[in-house]
Structure formats: structure tokens, C-alpha cells
């Protein structure tokens, strides 16, 4: 039977973490400490290499000139950091050098610790993110955030403009303070959340959690977009044993339904704090983004105070890295070679 409703508490993850390797000493440009990360391999588009912060072994895409302003890619979820593959190339070639991790609890990105919560609170992503880039040797950087990844790029931008050059963010506007609830056909293609938010939700998570991202990409898009062979290799992103908890501790802490985790009680505080953007911002949404509706991020511009622009794409559904990879490279580049290289 499945189990009733409840709160979820957070406890560490038992047995879910492997060994983790041999690690390599290294200094990069722009840190003054040694560093574990994976610098024995250049890192590249195709193939993942790894870093350690002090909570996770960080896989992550690269490519670009050394030298080049650096950018960050964060993927969303139910994706990877592949979703970038038709994009960064671009961005590389006007001159960028991208960074592309998968988040915690996707792909071969893993913690060190069985201790560490296995929370997926935005603000625990907000500083994964910060640590990866201080990790790589990053002190300023434009951030590029889909789903997930444009609520984490939001949360850096609003609360570390000192850090940020530019903010560009898809399939998501940003709206200041605590959430508030959605109008009742948002909160209908929110349905997910909600059944996640019950037991019989997280059984089925837990226990089908392929099927249950393979629906949502059939649901938040219209047909056609993807083949089964694209779904299954962004799919074993999802087998890392992390995902589960992550998932379901993400949209449940969301919305009240599960306790956040202390570490990360400062940051939740100013990213709530937050009332304004002071780093130029591009919005790329889909018109017929059948989950994060297009109305949702319409009338924004008096949060934004350094330059902000919305841009919506005929035909794009939620996943417009992957569906309309053309018109995401032109946004992008035009906004980065104007905002992301100060």
C-alpha cells in the first residue's frame, strides 16, 4: 500500500555514494589554492571531466579559448548538461568559454559524504554553483540557466551582481520573494509538483522515475520534438541514486511540503530578500510552453534595473536548447557579445 501523505524530513542519503578516484592537485587561473579537480584531461563538449568542491565531484562539459569570458550553463530538470550541445559550440566560436555541469543527483555528479542532505533546494544548487566556479578559477561570469538552471542563474544574479555579468534565463521568469500560488491554470500544469507533494507520488518517483520524466517531455512541449534515442541518453542522467531524492526534496521544499536543509538557511534568506536584478537579463521563452506558461514570465521589467529583454519563440515548448537549438544561438550570442564580456 502506498505510504499516506506526509512532510518530508531530511536525513542523509545512506550507501549512495562510490569511491570517487584518484584526485589531482592542481592551481587555476584565478585561484590561489590548490584544488581538486580533474585537470588531468582537457575538459570538452563531448566528454565530461571533474572537479571537486567541498561537497561534490562535480562532472562538467568545457570548451572554448582559455582566455575567453567564461560562461556558465546550468541544465534543468528532467535534463542534463547536454541540452547545451547545440549552443555552446556557437558561443565558443564568438570567442566564450562555456561550462556546462551536471547539477547534484544527475549524471556522474555525486557527493563525497553519505551524511551530506540530498537536498534539492534551489539555494543548495545556487551554492554548488558558486563553489564549481570557484572551483574552476572563475571570479566573474556570465550564467545561462534553463528550468532549475534559470532559478538557480535568478538567485546569483540577484544576490551575487558582483559575481555576474549578465543573467540569461529560459522557460522561466523570475518573480521576487517567497512563491506565491500560481493562477489555477498554471497551478493545473503544475500538477507534477503537486502529486509529488503525496506519498503515492514519491513511490512512483521513486520506483518509476523513467517513465515519469519521459511524460513530462512528451507533455511540456508539442510532439514531435524528440526520438527515443535522444530521451534514453538524457535518461541515464537519471539513473545516478541521488536523483530520487533530489527531485522529489526540490519540489516539495518549494512549496512548504518538506523541511530545508540549515546549510543553506543564509543564502534561502537573501535569495527570498531579493527585489531587484541589477545584471542586463534575457528572457528566451517558448509560446507554446505547455508547463511554465508564457504568460507567467510577461510584465517583469520593473524587477530588472541594469537592462532586461524578453523574447518569445514561435512554436518552442519548454525545452528550447533542444527544440529550437538556431533561435537560442542567435538570442544568446547577441546578448553575450553585448553584456557578457565586462
Not at 101 to 123: N, Q, V, Y
Not at 255 to 266: F, K, Q, S, V
Request: with cysteine; aromatic share 12%.
Amino acid at each position: 500500500m502506498a505510504s499516506e501523505p506526509a512532510r518530508l524530513r531530511l536525513v542523509p542519503s545512506p550507501d549512495r555514494s562510490g569511491p570517487h578516484g584518484e584526485k589531482e592537485q592542481t592551481r587555476l587561473r584565478g585561484v590561489g589554492r590548490p584544488l581538486q579537480c580533474g585537470a588531468h584531461e582537457e575538459a570538452s563538449m563531448e566528454k565530461p571531466v571533474f572537479c571537486d568542491t567541498s561537497l561534490l565531484r562535480v562532472a562538467y562539459l568545457s570548451g572554448g579559448s582559455e582566455d575567453g569570458p567564461p560562461v556558465l550553463l546550468l541544465h534543468g530538470w528532467p535534463d542534463d548538461a547536454t541540452t547545451f550541445a547545440d549552443v555552446a559550440p556557437s558561443l565558443q566560436a564568438a570567442g566564450f568559454r562555456t561550462f556546462a555541469p551536471w547539477l547534484r543527483g544527475f549524471g556522474k555528479t555525486s557527493f563525497h559524504s553519505d551524511e551530506t542532505i540530498r537536498s534539492g533546494e534551489i539555494a543548495a544548487m545556487a551554492q554548488d554553483a558558486l563553489d564549481f566556479a570557484d572551483a574552476i578559477g572563475l571570479e566573474r561570469f556570465a550564467v545561462l540557466g534553463h528550468d532549475w538552471g534559470a532559478r538557480i542563474a535568478y538567485l546569483l544574479a540577484s544576490v551575487f551582481p558582483q559575481r555576474i555579468t549578465c543573467c540569461a534565463a529560459l522557460s522561466l521568469g523570475w518573480q521576487p520573494g517567497p512563491p506565491s500560488m500560481p493562477p489555477l491554470e498554471q497551478a493545473k500544469a503544475f500538477w507534477y509538483q503537486w502529486f509529488m507533494a503525496t506519498g503515492r507520488g514519491e513511490e512512483f518517483v521513486r520506483q518509476h522515475g523513467h517513465s515519469f520524466a519521459r511524460f513530462q517531455w512528451d507533455s511540456w512541449s508539442p510532439p514531435g520534438w524528440f526520438d527515443d534515442d535522444l530521451f534514453e541518453r538524457v535518461a541515464k542522467s537519471f539513473a545516478n541514486p541521488d536523483w530520487p531524492d533530489v527531485t522529489l526534496h526540490s519540489y516539495r521544499v518549494r512549496w512548504g511540503e518538506a523541511d530545508p536543509d540549515p546549510r543553506y538557511a543564509e543564502l534561502a534568506r537573501k535569495q527570498v530578500e531579493a527585489e531587484a536584478i541589477s545584471v542586463p537579463t534575457l528572457v528566451l521563452h517558448g509560446d507554446d510552453d505547455r508547463v511554465v506558461l508564457p504568460d507567467s514570465s510577461k510584465g517583469k521589467e520593473p524587477y530588472f534595473t541594469a537592462g532586461y529583454e524578453r523574447v518569445l519563440l514561435p512554436g518552442v515548448g519548454h525545452f528550447p536548447t533542444r527544440e529550437a537549438p538556431a533561435q537560442v544561438r542567435e538570442g544568446l550570442e547577441r546578448f553575450l557579445v553585448e553584456s557578457g564580456r565586462q
